[in-house]
T-cell receptor, first 114, second 107 residues
Framework: DAGVIQSPRHEVTEMGQEVTLRCKPI?????LFWYRQTMMRGLELLIY????????DSGMPEDRFSAKMPNASFSTLKIQPSEPRDSAVYFC????????????FGPGTRLLVL | KNEVEQSPQNLTAQEGEFITINCSYS?????LHWLQQHPGGGIVSLFMLSSGKKKHGRLIATINIQEKHSSLHITASHPRDSAVYICAVVGNEKLTFGTGTRLTIIP
């Protein structure tokens, strides 16, 4: 299996622009997680889905952030409008069943908002 | 006070030393993860524990549910073990992370 696939790997954009991050989980996995990592705050869970349904989005920072999972093999995390403080590495992970199981992380998307 | 506390925050040791990283938490949990993040940024899940002990190669993870404490041990440490080790707990289907322990193993 190719593992969790994220795209793009790097994104540089200007403040105010819309940013869309993409994730393909491991085939057959039922849970998908979006994380953000910064030097100041470390690793934070933004949202996670189980069977394509958002289970916990309490980590989503504000209305500028939205996440969707239209099917079992694809998810997006959108920031609109982006701000410099959104600069971070965004990781996607998947697990076979639920949040308490081993998670497999993608390589991350490094986002820089100027 | 953070719900998940890791210690030490930074640890430097000589190759071959026995390493212990600690994780204490204040909430009831159903599972605990140990993650490893290499200098290049990639994250690997090392263990998922709900009780007792698990071993994988030179890595051993233990958890004491009553004491709300987990430890990650590395035997015969090697420079390639240099990474940030992150503890994360699962409680009420919420995942909470520790701030990580940066480990540096000197040859």
């Amino acid at each position: 299996d190719a593992g969790v696939i994220q795209s793009p790997r790097h994104e540089v954009t200007e403040m105010g622009q819309e940013v869309t991050l993409r994730c393909k989980p491991i085939s057959g996995h039922n849970s998908l997680f979006w994380y953000r990592q910064t030097m100041m705050r470390g690793l934070e869970l933004l949202i996670y889905f189980n069977n394509n349904v958002p289970i916990d989005d309490s980590g989503m920072p504000e209305d500028r952030f939205s996440a969707k999972m239209p099917n079992a093999s694809f998810s997006t995390l959108k920031i609109q409008p982006s701000e410099p403080r959104d600069s971070a590495v965004y990781f996607c992970a998947s697990s076979a069943l639920w949040v308490g199981e081993t998670q497999y992380f993608g390589p991350g998307t490094r986002l820089l908002v100027l | 006070k953070n719900e998940v506390e890791q210690s030490p925050q930074n640890l430097t040791a000589q190759e071959g030393e026995f390493i212990t990283i600690n994780c204490s938490y204040s909430v009831g949990i159903s599972a605990l993860h140990w993650l490893q993040q290499h200098p290049g940024g990639g994250i690997v899940s090392l263990f998922m524990l709900s009780s007792g002990k698990k071993k994988h190669g030179r890595l051993i993870a233990t958890i004491n549910i009553q004491e709300k404490h987990s430890s990650l041990h590395i035997t015969a440490s090697h420079p390639r073990d240099s990474a940030v080790y992150i503890c994360a707990v699962v409680g009420n289907e919420k995942l909470t992370f520790g701030t990580g322990t940066r480990l540096t193993i000197i040859p």
